[in-house]
């Protein structure tokens, strides 16, 4: 069975301080994985995608996540907090064409 | 970049009333999908479409239809409008890429609330 587990609901960091949103996922095979971007009352913005290329990958707007295949992990972070990244996050894993399954989301606060 | 385009951000809808919610993609992708958001469901395919004409049932099928005659345009009908219908719906473009799994490109959603 595939499935993605988003570790936390609820993260709050302080502007200027780093951001960990954690990320593990169940799968049989090689996964592509993505994480999101939901700003309120919008659609989701595609962050970052790993698709087999480097582990490391970097996203836009600053964040970057790790494939970390013995941890079957794909944790996101950023090394700074900014107020306009205050949103819900969701972590992705797809396996074909149309089997896509979505973690429940991180809601990450920005304190000023 | 990817435009995906939902044609209302919120709509207002009486029981019983046929409602048409509309997705236009400009990137020639070939598939397309509906979901549904909502708090502590998180995201659930409605409907998918592998191309023009092509249509796959989704999790929560229930209720909705779907219409793809243009490979831009993928429309989601739900026949006759239900209170528990009220949610945040959220059209996805894809392209197909041989021996890649390519990311979903998402409109900014149709807040639909059914009174």
């Known amino acids: 069975a595939q499935s993605v587990t988003q570790l936390d609901s609820h993260v709050s960091v302080s502007e200027g301080t780093p951001v960990l949103l954690r990320c593990n996922y169940s799968s049989s095979y090689s996964p592509s994985l993505f994480w999101y971007v939901q700003h309120p009352n919008k659609g989701l913005q595609l962050l970052l995608k790993y698709t087999s290329a480097a582990t490391l990958v970097k996203g836009i707007n600053g964040f970057e996540a790790e494939f970390k295949k013995s941890e079957t992990s794909f944790h996101l972070t950023k090394p700074s907090a900014h107020m306009s990244d205050a949103a819900e996050y969701f972590c992705?894993?797809?396996?074909?064409?149309?089997?896509?399954?979505f973690g429940t989301g991180t809601s990450l606060t920005v304190i000023p | 970049d990817v435009k995906v385009t939902q044609s209302s951000r919120y709509l207002v809808k009486r029981t019983g009333e046929k409602v048409f919610l509309e997705c236009v993609q400009d990137?020639?992708?070939?598939?397309m999908f509906w979901y549904r958001q909502d708090p502590g469901l998180g995201l659930r395919l409605i409907y998918f479409?592998?191309?023009?004409?092509?249509?796959e049932k989704g999790d929560i099928p229930e209720g909705y239809s779907v219409s793809r005659e243009k490979k831009e345009r993928f429309s989601l009908i739900l026949e006759s409008a239900s209170t528990n219908q009220t949610s945040m719906y959220l059209c996805?473009?894809?392209?197909?890429?041989?021996?890649?799994?390519?990311?979903?490109?998402f409109g900014n959603g149709t807040r639909l609330t059914v009174t």
């Open positions: 992705v894993v797809t396996l074909g064409p149309n089997q896509f399954y």
């Open positions: 479409s592998y191309d023009v004409k092509m249509k």
């Open positions: 990137m020639d992708h070939e598939n």
């Open positions: 996805a473009s894809r392209p197909v890429v041989p021996g890649r799994n390519s990311p979903l490109h």
